[in-house]
């Protein structure tokens, strides 16, 4: 499928003409280009939740953590306190990051701990067959909600500026060079990255043809600029009607990461100097 | 002296815990065996507390009703506790305060006379306590100097004052032989004991009885060499825990049941993912919210069974300081030795009470798990022999680390297929040989206490020991103790308790915890002696009710 050699040898379940594809191949451009760059493989670690997107750790041959649903920024903040010399970057669904898990993603961003996450937004939940989703439009026909859910769709770059979040961006999985060259600016940026993209899923919620005919790419924006960055976060609603869909980079600010401030240089997986507990009783207790 | 104890209450906010601190370690640099239970209600201001200090020429770890000395900031302590004054003790208050029977000094005026703040109180009943004792002037001052670094000269000024007005000398303490032992709460014991076995990450959300950990640790942090984290919830710390344990840190987790339960997932996560992490879980009455500040033995069948799925564990259950510094070690090093999780069952008497440590035998190191030697191609589940995977960490160059809390093929690949879910549940279970073995013949699963052979047995666990030994002591019986609760030291526990004719449970909780899981292993506990107030045993209680067993 791909010729980056970072393929394994799982079966991939994924519907045909599924949105996840175009993440997978963006996924894996941007680890060659990381490691290109002065980024070598093994110094990736990737993890994700539970969900059809979710299954990409499989799919990729780097280190990864398969955790658990809801749970891939603390999973992520983990990794990234025991070893800050690491790239850690998450992929997971809406479900699992903006349902489950959202109080992590929002805290995650707000500490600015220095980690990527990758949503897979398709606005619905793929693997329990067809649910809405906190970004879901209002009036959405799932399994759970067959009258049509009464409830209004989540902004999730609204919320991430609202949060901190010190990088946000949108991508579409559809066109997966510039989702690729966001991974890798998310990846590059010190601090905590959160790029949602848009992910038609084939089987439960088609939005190829809506996503193809109002996504166009962000131009002359200026990504310091927290109110231009609100404002064009909020040019669609997640609703079922969209004038236009910018994708590309929202927002970007340096802040001092969660990571560094704590750790004093330390790295805790490889950590020699140890104190003498002894000594430590003596003086103290 | 011999045996003593001092009683000081106030309300919340009248600086009664400090004063207990200070009494204590003062005792305890006289070379007085200390036990100093910490009695507080869930509240900042107002409620009744008091700190309750027993100081003994032997080694102590629990309270008798009786005392000798109250010091009383307000009316209630003279209300509620005067009852357990022994004859010829003496109840100290502040008559600025209230009327009462007993040695009435001026507190509240000596503090605005030295234009002190209120809760300077407490430095004032310090001093007394310091007359009582017959210390003289220069120790209790440099004991206030040290203590206080804010406003010195008024606090100085304060026990001066007291110092002068409290009589003479109640409690005689002769300075004793004995070397001084540190003095340590549970929560220090065990914060300790895992940064001997090389924890690099704690990571909690603040929860009584498990807060001071947390505390303890970051205060520290630079000294031990290791980092403290408080996320946003108790799934948030499971997880990152694991996460960090994944990628090489030795990580410990700390809350009380209810924080536990949000752990839950995760406990299952580092079972199926073979992760090794701690958890702490300090016990405190439930069911839910139930009695924040007090004790229980309640939570051993939670804890043994959280996480769904089948999975092995280990589970250890310190009684004491020495054993909360040793086990905590010994779960962290079984953690990695097996890559399990591991469990320290803590309570709040053993969490935040203060005793003496004694090191002696407490050689706690960090013991190197089973690593990868970068041979052949890396696989995180590899099938061994013992079922222990040799460990690598991502940023290993020539290997791909793949953890997952998936079934998987010893790559790590996800796989459904059902001779691959067969091998990869009895790899995990074939540790349970190693582990089991560890427990019946290395280690020190069960303690006995007492006349070897004896018809009589008291079988208890956790702070609960510390009662029953002295109380054992006193009749002549033997107590038990298992101090590893998983895997169950059956074979250990039967031969503890082979020549007893009567085995009676002794637990803080309302069921009997520890003696039903016996009863699962064999072991048949005749009597019951429970008690579920949130408060523990002590001495006197505890004999009366033993006595009443044994006839
Ligand atoms: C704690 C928990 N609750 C529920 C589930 C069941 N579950 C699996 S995937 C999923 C939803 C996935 O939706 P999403 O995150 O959007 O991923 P997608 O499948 O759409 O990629 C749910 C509810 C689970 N695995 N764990
Ligand atoms: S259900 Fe949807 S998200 Fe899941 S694999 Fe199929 S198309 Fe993709
Ligand atoms: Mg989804």
């Not at chain 2, 004054?85 to 000596?110: C, H, Q, R, W, Y």
């Not at chain 2, 408080?230 to 990580?251: D, F, K, L, Q, S």
């Not at chain 2, 052949?376 to 013992?386: I, M, N, P, V």
């Amino acid at each position: 499928m791909s010729e980056t050699g970072l393929d394994t040898y799982a079966e991939n379940t994924w519907c045909k003409g599924c949105g996840n594809f175009g993440i997978l191949s963006a996924a894996n451009a941007a680890f060659k280009t990381l490691a290109a760059e002065g980024r070598p493989l093994e110094t990736i670690a990737i993890a994700s939740g539970i969900g059809c997107s979710s299954k990409i750790v499989d799919y990729i041959d780097v280190n990864s953590f398969y955790s658990i649903h809801g749970r891939v920024p603390p999973t992520l903040t983990g990794i990234k306190l025991a070893n800050r010399g690491l790239s850690v970057i998450g992929f997971t669904g809406d479900g699992d990051a903006y349902g489950e898990g959202l109080a992590h993603v929002i805290m995650s961003a707000k500490r600015n701990i220095d980690v990527t996450v990758v949503i897979h937004n398709n606005r619905v939940y793929g693997l329990t067959t067809g649910q809405f989703t906190p970004t879901s439009p209002r009036g959405f026909r799932g399994k759970s909600t067959p009258r049509g859910s009464v409830e209004h769709p989540l902004n999730p770059l609204d919320l991430m500026l609202a949060a901190g979040a010190t990088f946000v961006a949108r991508g579409f999985s559809v066109k997966a060079d510039h989702l690729a060259d966001l991974i890798v600016q998310g990846v590059k940026h010190k601090g905590f990255a959160l790029i949602d993209v848009l992910q038609p899923c084939f089987t439960f919620f088609n939005t190829y043809k809506f996503y193809n005919e109002k996504v166009y790419e962000l131009e002359g924006h200026d990504v310091s600029d927290l109110e231009a960055a609100r404002a064009r976060a909020r040019e669609w609603d997640y609703g079922a009607e969209a004038e236009r869909i910018p994708i590309g980079l929202f927002y970007r600010v340096e802040r001092p990461t969660y990571d560094e401030e704590v750790l004093r240089g330390l790295v805790l997986a490889a950590r020699r100097e140890r104190a003498d507990i002894g000594a430590f009783i003596r003086s103290h207790m | 002296m011999e045996d003593f104890s001092i009683l000081i209450g106030g309300k919340a906010g009248d600086g009664i815990r400090q004063i207990g601190g200070l009494v204590a370690g003062l005792l305890g640099r006289l070379g007085y065996h200390v036990f100093f239970w910490d009695d507080y209600p869930s509240l900042i201001r107002g409620g009744h507390n008091f700190s309750l200090i027993r100081a003994c020429r032997c080694m102590i770890q629990a309270n008798t009703d009786s005392v000798d000395l109250i010091v009383a900031l307000n009316a209630e302590t003279v209300d509620r506790h005067k009852s357990r004054l022994k004859p010829g003790g003496t109840i100290v208050f502040d008559a600025d305060a209230f009327e009462a029977e007993g040695l009435g000094l001026n507190l509240g005026s000596m503090v605005k006379q030295a234009g002190g703040k209120p809760v300077m109180r407490n430095t004032a009943a310090f001093a007394v306590i310091g007359k009582m004792l017959g210390l003289k002037w220069e120790v209790v001052e440099k004991i206030v100097r040290d203590s206080f670094k804010k406003a010195t000269e008024i606090n100085l000024a304060i026990a001066r004052a007291a110092y002068d007005q409290a009589g003479g000398t109640t409690l005689d303490i002769e300075a004793g032989p004995a070397e001084p032992l540190p003095l340590m709460t549970g929560n220090e014991a065990i914060a300790l004991g895992a940064a001997a076995a090389g924890l690099d990450l704690y990571v909690a959300y603040p929860m009584t009885p498990a807060t001071s950990i947390l505390h303890f640790l970051a205060a520290h942090e630079e000294e031990l060499g290791l980092v403290t984290y408080h996320p946003e919830n108790e799934i948030a710390a499971a997880v990152t825990a694991i996460g960090a344990a994944y990628a090489g840190a030795r990580t410990m987790v700390g809350s009380a049941g209810g924080g536990f339960a949000l752990m839950a997932e995760a406990v299952s996560l580092a079972a199926q993912s073979e992760t090794p992490v701690v958890f702490v879980v300090s016990q405190r009455p439930g069911p839910s919210t139930g009695v924040p500040t007090y004790t229980t033995q309640g939570d051993l069948g939670f804890v043994l069974s959280a996480g769904h799925g089948e999975f092995l564990r280990f589970v250890v259950a310190p009684g004491d300081v020495n054993e909360a510094f040793e086990l905590t070690g010994l779960a962290m090093n079984m953690a990695w030795k097996y890559q399990i999780p591991a469990f320290v069952l803590t309570d709040k008497c053993l969490s935040e009470s203060t005793y003496c440590f004694d090191a002696g035998g407490a050689a706690v190191t960090r013991e190197e798990g089973l690593l990868w030697d970068g041979g052949g191609g890396y696989k995180r589940y590899l099938d061994t022999e013992g079922g222990v995977s040799p460990l690598a960490f991502p940023g290993t160059a020539g290997a791909v680390v793949k953890g997952t809390s998936y079934e998987h093929d010893e790559y790590g690949i996800t796989t459904e297929v059902a001779e691959a879910v067969t091998a990869m549940q009895e790899k995990r279970m074939k540790k349970r040989a190693g582990l089991a073995r560890d427990v019946e013949t290395d280690l020190e699963a069960v303690k006995t206490y007492g006349p070897p052979g004896s018809d009589t047995a008291i079988l208890t666990w956790g702070s609960t020991k510390g009662a029953c030994v002295e109380v054992a002591e006193a009749l002549g019986v033997g107590v038990v103790q298992p101090v590893i609760l998983e895997p169950f030291p059956a074979e250990a526990l039967r031969s503890a308790l082979a020549g007893a004719k009567k085995v009676i449970g002794v637990e803080v909780n309302v069921t009997g915890c520890l003696a039903d899981l016996a009863a699962c292993h064999g072991v048949e506990v005749a009597e019951r002696i429970l008690k579920y107030d949130g408060r523990p045993f002590t001495i006197d209680d505890l004999k009366k009710k033993v006595e009443g067993v044994i006839g």
